[in-house]
Every structure is written in C-alpha cells, then in structure tokens.
C-alpha cells in the first residue's frame, strides 16, 4: 500500500528506477526480455524478480496523481494497518508518538523500528521536545503519509501503518472524505476522545481550565458517523465487525488527580470507565460502538500522552501513562504477539512469499505438464473408446465446483447417456457434439416436470448457434407418468441434426419436489429417475464426440477461481448450471447458476472475461435466473 498522503493506494508492482540511469520500468517482471534480468536502454543489467534483487532497487509508486518514492520494504512483508481517529485538539499525535516512545524508550522493545525517514525525523523532534517537557506541536495536514513501524525478520518481519489525519479531515463537509481510502484496509482504530469535551465535564470546568487543557470542541459523534457512513457506503458492512477498536479517553492525567472530577480513572476497571463515561454524557456514542461494530472487539481505555499536566509541570520530562494497552490489544485481536510482533499466522501479503510459491507452483505445472504430455495423455488422445478419460482429466480441478457427470459409452451407437447413477440431485452436463453427415437421432428416458418455470423442469438443449433445439416436459410429446413418483414423466422423441458442431447442454431441474419415494434409491433405479439417453438411428457411427469443450472448461476454471465464486461455495451453494456467451468482437460473458438448499431464491453470476478467457474483467451477482439461452 502506497503511504503517502493523497494516495494510499494498493500497489501491484511499483515502478522500478534503474540505479545507473534513472530510467522508469513500468513492467519490470521475467519475460520475453529476460527471465532473471533485463538489459536496461543505458546497458544496465537488472533484476526482474525479488528472489534475484529487483526488490533492493529504487521504488515508485505507479499511480499517475502520485508517482512519489516509496520504501524498499513495502510489499516485502505482511502489512497491517492502524488508523488513529478524533476531533481536533483530542490529543491523536501526541498519543501516537507518546505510543512509540512508550515501546522504545520505556519499555524497550526491539521487534521494530521506525521505517520511512520521514517518520524518523519527526519522532526524533517528538523524542526530543518529550524529554525537555515540550508540547507537540498540532497535525496541520489534513492526510499526511502514514507512519510505517518495521518489525525485523527475526521477530516476524511485518509493516506497521498508522495513519493520522487532522481532526479537520473528519469533520469536513467536503467530499474529502473519499480520499481517505485506507480505511479499506483497517486492521485496528484507535478512536480518541478527550474526556474535557464531554458534557458533565465542561460543566464542571471555568473557561480558564479548558484552554489549559486544551479542550476539543465535543464533536466526537460526527467523527464517529462521518467514518462509519464512509466505511458502510463504501465498503461491505462485515468490515465494520471485524474491525478491532481501542477506545481511548487521553489527558487521564488531568482527571485523574483532579479533586473536581473526583475520577481516579487509571484504577478503573474496563466496566467501571465504561459507566463513568454514560454518566458523563457518551452514553449515545457507546450504544453506536455496540451497533455496527462487534461489541467484544470493542473495548476502552484511559491513557495519558504525558504523565502530568503539561500547564503545571513546564520543563518536567513527560512520563505516558497506559499508552501501549491500547496498541497490544489491537495486535492480540490480529493475532500477534505484542512483545514480539510475531504472528503465527502468515498473512498473503508478502511479495516475497507470493514470488516464491509462484516460482515454485510455475515450476511444478511445467514438469507436470512435461511429463503427461510426453506420454499417457498423447496415448488417450489417440484412443476414440477412452475419450472419456480425458473429459475427466479436463474437468478434475473443477468437479468440487460443478459436480460434473462424466458421460460414458456403451456401445459404439450410443451418444449420451445421463445420470447413469439416477441420483436426487444431478449438475449440469455440457459435451459437443460434431456431426459429419445428415443423422437422425433418438431421445429416450425420464425427465422431472415441477411446473412452468424452467428452474423445476428438467432440460437438454442442443445448440449449433444461432439455432437451437430445445427438450422440456412442457414442450415435448412425452408418455406415460411414472406412477408414485412427483411429477417424472417417460419422455421419446426423434430428431434430424444436419452437419455441424452442436454444444449439448443436459440442464437438471433447480428444484425437485422431495418425497418417500423420490429420496427412495430403489425406486428411482428401478424406474431410472432422471436417467436420459441419447443415440444415432442408423448403425453407421459417423459422427464424433468431443466431451472437451476448452473454452467452457477455461473459462470455468478462470471464473470459479475468482474470490467472489469461491466465497458463494464455501458459503454452501453449488453451480447447477453454465453457460459460455460468445460474439464476434466481444468480451465472452460466462453465467454460473448457483443454488443452495437453505435459500429459496437462486443465483445467476455474470462473468465478463477478458477475449483470450485468461481473467476476469467484470463480475456481477443477481438474484434469480438470469439465463438467455439464445
């Protein structure tokens, strides 16, 4: 994720500057040009992947409204991203330096270190300025760049973002608020609250005692809706309740102590602060944290950035009080060990893990491929009788998908037989068919009729576009109904098919109505529930079948690996159907039909691929059947 302010966008490969000459490479991966180095135009010999250096060269962020520096160790290790939120004057920076002065001039830890050097040279002011007892001066940019923490690679190698934007930027009536595109990769907030702008508190004090305490104006409400209304509209609302928030009330100190308030709140327990701050007029903003944020991942703290009053104590080096709970909560509900900043969880964000297992997957595939291709699969292709061992090495990543039956033969005259197994709930079947001479064929078994909508009738298309010859209980001539059993009629028919090239489509019905006897295996094998066969009236095979469709199974394979796909089948629903939408200069449109038992209502998932099927260009989910079969 590119850090700087303006930007935060993520960053898939950066630009790469050539040390010798300063030149931009756009595209510095192997390729053509070369696979562990490339010549650059000055003469220059490159590398073009982490594991042989590229990662050691000067980075640019790729975003033209950027196009700034960026530090060699982003994209190099796990990232995770803190946000540090409130109104103006509630103390945001002077908690987040008095954080990591806390861990390492306090209590000295050595996982981490600052990383970016600009980050550096303000913390050395801040550590400076601390030590003489010298307030911080106030954030005056809206969105500045993040501030990295670099964890070493002996305790985890991690990248810690924090982000501090100006109280202003939250409570800005502009449309500035777009900008603030990190918050789509929030693993932590920190929210601020002064306690000096809470009702009761401001009653209680003259003027004179909140402008020394710096008071913030009570606006800590608007903050709150401005970033969930930004994260709800934005982003999915599951974001908001795996969020980790640390409520902080800061200049503790200041109540503390003070004999006014009588609210010793560092000896609180989290419940006994959380009903000090109802009584004190919050209790609005703790119902709201409890309403779109996960309540067990929302817990509260009373810190102090300083120690002591700053107004009392001038020259008096500033000691914080509680400042790293916040932060190590924040780590813990991420899964890391706030002593060590270790993880046991690797997280997919490392461009050096991602090279690696791509080098070595890339690797494996060749040999693999190498060694079918250069013996048994060369030898079935060769074998008309066992082309259906090809169909299932073709669709063998794809069965946990689609559950796709394999078509067999039983004699040479057979073209189709479907369902031999007669199961309750059959996928989808696609084949093509290639028809050298005029033929006629028979259709013959039993198919499901659950009323007029297709999704309860059982369907076979055939297809040479644009014609298409269409077989449903609802326009077939079919014979008798199979006693006992829910709507299953015996279905015959004769057809002519000229010379061509049919893509055969058996669609099963969505839904089929349940009973004793339809769940009742011997009677649906006994009656051959849904079995359909297909074959040639003449006894002259001169027609070939192709069960590999390699456009269809590529374009599945592409579209079942997107995450939105992967995401609806481990949520319980199953491809029933799909079909492949192609037109002459146009993208290729792919429609998965997914069902699931536990909801009445399909889905149709519409996948524009690019023209070589190679990725996804746009994907859309609709409820229902969505379906053109034309």
């Known amino acids: 994720i590119c850090p700087h302010a303006g930007c935060y966008q993520r960053v898939s490969l950066p630009i790469f500057v050539c040390p010798a000459c300063g030149a931009w490479h756009r595209k510095l991966i192997p390729g053509k040009y070369g696979v562990f180095r490339r010549k650059c135009q000055c003469g220059k010999l490159i590398p073009t992947s982490s594991l ?41 920076t002077s908690y987040l330096y008095a954080l990591i002065y806390g861990m390492l001039d306090i209590t000295k830890l050595n996982w981490f270190q600052i990383n970016n050097d600009s980050s550096k040279k303000i913390y050395e002011l801040f550590r400076k300025d601390y030590k003489q007892g010298i307030l911080p001066l106030k954030t005056v940019q809206k969105l500045p760049d993040s501030l990295i923490l670099k964890s070493s690679p002996e305790h985890g190698n991690g990248l810690f973002y924090f982000y501090d934007p100006a109280g202003e930027y939250y409570l800005s009536d502009a449309d500035t608020i777009n900008q603030g595109s990190y918050q789509q990769y929030l693993d932590g907030v920190f929210f601020i609250i002064d306690p000096f702008s809470l ?59 003070n004999p006014l308030f009588k609210s010793p709140i560092f000896n609180f ?40 009053d700053p107004n009392t104590g001038a020259g008096k080096p500033f000691s914080p009080i509680n400042v790293i709970n916040p932060y190590s909560w924040l780590l813990k509900n991420n899964s890391l060990n706030p002593e060590t900043g270790f993880g046991p969880n690797l997280k997919m964000k490392s461009e050096f893990v991602g090279n690696s297992l791509g080098f070595v997957t890339a690797a494996s595939l ?40 394999i078509p067999y033969k039983t004699d040479e005259n057979l073209v189709y037989d479907f369902n031999p197994s007669c199961d309750i709930f059959a996928d989808q079947t696609t084949f093509s068919l290639v028809v050298s001479k005029p033929s006629e064929f028979h259709l013959e078994g039993v198919l499901s009729q659950g009323g007029e909508s297709r999704l ?91 069960y590999d469709t390699p456009e269809l199974n590529h374009a599945m394979q592409v579209g079942a690996s997107h995450r939105s796909v992967k995401k609806l089948i481990k949520q319980g629903y199953t491809v029933r159907r799909h079909f492949l939408k192609e037109k002459p200069n146009k993208k290729p449109i792919l429609y998965l039909f997914l069902t699931d038992k536990t909801d009445p209502l399909p889905k149709t998932v519409i996948i524009t691929l690019s023209t070589n099927f190679n990725y996804v260009t746009k994907l859309m989910v609709t409820k229902g059947d969505a379906f053109d079969f034309n």
């Open 52 to 92: 042989t250096g590229r990662n050691k060269l000067p980075m640019v962020c790729p975003n033209s409204n950027c196009n700034k520096p960026l530090h060699n160790s982003i994209g190099s290790a796990p990232s995770y991203h803190f946000a540090v939120l409130g109104e103006p004057s509630s103390g945001k």
């Open 199 to 257: 009702p009761t508190i401001r009653s209680k004090c003259t003027k004179q005692d909140l402008e020394q305490a710096g008071a913030a104006a009570g606006e800590y409400l608007k903050v709150y809706e401005k970033l969930v209304n930004y994260m709800r509209s934005t982003y999915n609302e599951k974001l908001l309740h795996r969020v980790p928030v640390s409520v902080i009330i800061t200049k503790g100190d200041m109540i503390h102590s």
């Open 269 to 308: 327990s989290e419940t006994q602060l959380k009903e000090w701050l109802m009584q004190n007029g919050m209790k609005e903003l703790i119902s709201a944290f409890s309403v779109y944020f996960n309540p067990e991942l929302v817990k509260f703290h009373a810190v102090s950035a300083f120690g002591h």
């Open 366 to 405: 060749f040999f693999v491929t190498f060694s079918l291709l250069s013996g048994p699969v060369m030898k079935i292709s060769e074998s008309a009788p066992q082309v259906n061992l090809i169909e299932k090495l073709n669709v063998a990543g794809l069965q946990h998908l689609a559950g796709t039956v």
């Open 456 to 546: 309860h009738n059982d369907q076979l298309l055939i297809i040479e576009r644009p014609d298409i010859m269409h077989f449903d209980t609802n326009n077939l001539s079919f014979g008798k109904f199979v006693k006992d059993s829910y709507n299953a009629y015996r279905v015959s028919a004769d057809f002519f098919l000229k010379p061509g090239t049919y893509t055969v489509y058996f669609i099963p019905a969505a839904y089929r109505n349940d009973n004793k006897h339809v769940n009742n295996f011997k009677f649906r094998k006994k009656h051959q529930l849904w079995r359909l066969k297909m074959w040639r009236k003449d006894r002259q095979y001169s027609s070939s079948i192709n």
